[in-house]
């Protein structure tokens, strides 16, 4: 449906003005508030609750966090709560807040993640505590602000908005928190299928992770996968002198070094066919990324263009294809070496794969490979995985999506067939079989999981309108002149 109905050559139909002027308004009343001291003190309040996953304190400031925070501010959007704590033992917790405005009406679902990684105090620049948010021109400083507390307050803030200016969402809203995603999301899948007739919906958004750049506003659709794993070469109790027994005793980290050099070579570039993707990179991948383009900013290592696969363009290489990584190695001590072979060697890689990259035996498959190579002696265990998936870049929704933050900020955005981190996104995506859209509101120089975190200021602006104006976008009925959320459910 066109915006206007032209009446003769000029007019336009007051029915589509009064609605973009609404739309307009609450635009602009997002603004306002994203530059008030209400919003701060909100985002003040959040970061004080020190969430981390992985501590016993953080677990009971957790469990404050999910009553004293997200469960009041569910309520206040009309939402039934549900509160799973530590479900079935997994040591991750859930809450589901509902808000149904009616059964003929779609759903969207959202999500966002309560936990952080640990505050590093002590770490942080100009003596910071990481609990307590502080202000610095563009940079507001604070453990969480970015992963994940401010871009879900962003979002539930947005939700206010729309809804106290339009007196309803126009859309059945779900929106599912859980307390363990920075220690591999525990139990998440399992959950989802458990309660998959409560989080069933029509579509997922959720806002993590970063923007392309700060200045570019993103959307992106699924996220790459990531499997870490052990190589050790055991070979003696002890070290044995390199002048007596070199030549005669196999050196583990020679062995080592050799054996990664067979998976990938000194220039990044994989060198097992298994290790990659199938089928190459889709042409609707490739297509969604032709205008791409990978750039730094401060804070951010200056790129080196001759690594990995060079046939690539640099955001085909982050964002379609796979890298492996050495994270760690050791062998003997490097900080004070003596003239000896060492006893052992160990090393932990990663693997970033896409999908279309078969990788449920890929213990099985580095085994073999090491074989063929003579490298019997090299032991292989896995010890992380998370999976790939993403939604196809042609999915309708994307385009619905990209149009709306279009109209919000005038700028056509970013669209990344997936990021290159990871996220539990195959859980939206494959279990419960959902479109699923990422909009994050925070960049990549952030510095999320290290001392310093943050996020800037206008970025929180500006999400905040392009948050506004999707949902405001999602509710909107026929008569307006915006795509809705019921005709692209329809229609599909």
Not at 139 to 166: F, M, P, S
Not at 291 to 318: C, F, G, I, Q, Y
């Amino acid at each position: 449906m066109a915006w206007f109905t032209l009446l003769g050559s000029t007019n336009i139909h007051p029915l589509a003005v009064r609605k973009n002027t609404l739309r307009t308004d609450i635009l602009n009343k997002a603004a306002l508030h994203a530059d008030s001291d209400d919003f701060f003190q909100d985002l003040t309040r959040l970061i004080s609750y020190p969430t981390e996953s992985s501590t016993e304190r953080g677990r009971l400031a957790l469990s404050a966090y999910l009553g004293e925070v997200l469960t009041p501010a569910l309520e206040a959007l009309g939402a039934a709560v549900a509160r799973y704590d530590n479900w079935r033992g997994s040591g991750n917790s859930f809450l589901i807040g509902t808000r149904c405005e009616g059964e003929s009406l779609p759903t969207l679902l959202l999500y966002g993640h309560a936990d952080v990684v640990p505050g590093q105090s002590g770490q942080w620049a100009a003596a910071r505590d990481p609990w307590v948010l502080d202000a610095d021109g563009d940079y507001w400083y604070g453990r969480g602000i970015a992963d994940n507390k401010g871009q879900h307050w962003i979002n539930l803030t947005a939700l206010r908005l729309v809804l106290e200016e339009r007196g309803h969402l126009g859309f059945n809203l779900k929106f599912l928190f859980e307390c363990g995603e920075e220690i591999g999301s525990p139990s998440l899948d399992e959950f989802a299928a458990a309660h998959a007739e409560e989080l069933a919906a029509d579509v997922f958004l959720a806002s993590d992770g970063p923007r392309l750049a700060a200045d570019t506003p993103t959307l992106f659709l699924g996220n790459r996968g990531g499997i870490g794993f052990e190589l050790a070469v055991d070979l003696r109790a002890g070290d044995y002198h390199s002048g007596n027994w070199g030549g005669l005793l196999r050196n583990p980290a020679t062995t080592l070094a050799a054996a990664i050099g067979s998976l990938v070579d000194g220039h990044g570039r994989i060198q097992l066919s298994e290790l990659l993707p199938a089928e190459g990179i889709p042409r609707s991948v490739r297509d969604a990324l032709a205008n791409v383009k990978v750039v730094t900013e401060e804070h951010d290592p200056d790129l080196d263009e001759d690594w990995a696969d060079t046939s690539l363009t640099a955001a085909e290489r982050v964002y379609g294809a796979n890298t492996l990584e050495v994270l760690a190695m050791s062998a003997g001590n490097t900080a004070d070496p003596v003239n000896a072979i060492p006893g052992a060697a160990r090393a932990v890689l990663q693997l970033r794969y896409v999908v279309g990259t078969h990788v449920d035996d890929i213990e099985s498959t580095l085994r073999s490979h090491l074989d063929s190579c003579g490298f019997p002696m090299v032991s292989v265990r896995t010890l992380t995985r998370y999976e790939a998936s993403r939604t196809d870049p042609t999915n309708p929704w994307v385009g619905w999506a990209s149009d709306s933050i279009q109209r919000t900020t005038g700028t056509t955005p970013a669209i990344l067939p997936n990021f290159g981190g990871s996220l539990p996104n195959s859980v939206f995506e494959s279990t419960l079989g959902l479109p699923t859209i990422w909009v994050p509101h925070s960049y990549p120089g952030c510095l999320q999981h290290s001392p310093n975190e943050h996020m800037l200021a206008r970025v929180a602006r500006e999400g905040l309108r392009i948050a506004a104006g999707l949902f405001f976008d999602l509710g909107a009925p026929r008569d307006s002149g915006v795509p809705s959320l019921r005709d692209l459910v329809e229609s599909a």
